[in-house]
C-alpha cells in the first residue's frame, strides 16, 4: 500500500517554464488537494477536489492549474513559473464523507525552485 | 474566519524534559482536531486526532484533550526523544470548512541528548 505518492520529487525551473506536479492516491478516497509550504507559513491550500470530476480554489490558487484525472490522481500545473512559486508542495487524500474521518494523507512533498 | 494559532517556536528541550506546545482555534460548530509531524525532508504523518468535546487523543507517548470552553487542543509529552525532533502542526477540520483543514503555522522542536 502505497498511500499517497508524488513526482518528481525535485526540480528546478527558469522562470517562465512550466511543469505539472503529479499526485496518486491507492486508498480508494474521494477528496484530495495541494498545499504548499513556505518557512513560517504553515500549509497553504492551492487547490482541492471533493471528488471525482470537481475542484475547487483554496487559499492560494494564483498561477496555478488543477486536473482531476480520475479517482486516484490529481495535478498541478504551473503554466508560467516564477520565482514566487518557489516552495515544497505536497499532495493529499481523505475520505470526509465517511463519519468523523477528516484527517488527511500526505505524499513526500516536491521540492521545487525557480531561478 | 476560521483559524489556528500556535505557540511560536523554536522550542529547544532536553532529552526527558517535559513538552507542551500550546494549540488555540476559531471556527464555527464543531470541528474535528488534529496535530500532525512532520521529520526532516518528509510529508506531515497524522499523529492524533480528537472528533468532540474532552476527547483525548494519545499516540506515542503524545496526549492532547479536546477543549470546547477554551477552544484549545495543547499537545504534550511527559518524556521527549531526540527522535521527536520535528515540527509540528495542529489544525482543525469540519464546520464550515467541509473536508477541508486549517493548519496553524507549525512549531519547530528541537531535542537535544
Known amino acids: 500500500n502505497a498511500g499517497v505518492t508524488q513526482t518528481p520529487k525535485f526540480q528546478v525551473l527558469k522562470t517562465g517554464q512550466s511543469m505539472t506536479l503529479q499526485c496518486a492516491q491507492d486508498m480508494n478516497h474521494n477528496s484530495m488537494y495541494w498545499y504548499r509550504q513556505d518557512p513560517g507559513m504553515g500549509l497553504r491550500l492551492i487547490y482541492y477536489?471533493?471528488?471525482?470530476?470537481?475542484?475547487d480554489k483554496g487559499e492560494v490558487p494564483n498561477g496555478y492549474n488543477v486536473s482531476r484525472l480520475n479517482k486516484r490522481e490529481f495535478s498541478l500545473r504551473l503554466e508560467s513559473a516564477a520565482p514566487s512559486q518557489t516552495s515544497v508542495y505536497f499532495c493529499a487524500s481523505s475520505e470526509p464523507f465517511r463519519q468523523n474521518s477528516y484527517e488527511q494523507y500526505f505524499g513526500p512533498g516536491t521540492r521545487l525552485t525557480v531561478t | 474566519g476560521d483559524s489556528v494559532t500556535q505557540m511560536e517556536g523554536p522550542v529547544t528541550l532536553s532529552e526527558e524534559a517535559f513538552l507542551t506546545i500550546n494549540c488555540t482555534y476559531t471556527a464555527t460548530g464543531y470541528p474535528s482536531l488534529f496535530w500532525y509531524v512532520q521529520y526532516p525532508g518528509e510529508g506531515l504523518q497524522l499523529l492524533l486526532k480528537?472528533?468532540?468535546?474532552?476527547d483525548k487523543g494519545s499516540n506515542k507517548g503524545f496526549e492532547a484533550t479536546y477543549r470546547k470552553e477554551t477552544t484549545s487542543f495543547h499537545l504534550e509529552k511527559g518524556s521527549v526523544q531526540v527522535s521527536d525532533s520535528a515540527v509540528y502542526f495542529c489544525a482543525h477540520a469540519g464546520g464550515t470548512s467541509y473536508g477541508k483543514l486549517t493548519f496553524g503555522q507549525g512549531t519547530i522542536l528541537t531535542v537535544h541528548p
Open positions: 477536489s471533493a471528488s471525482e470530476g470537481t475542484t
Open positions: 480528537a472528533t468532540k468535546a474532552d
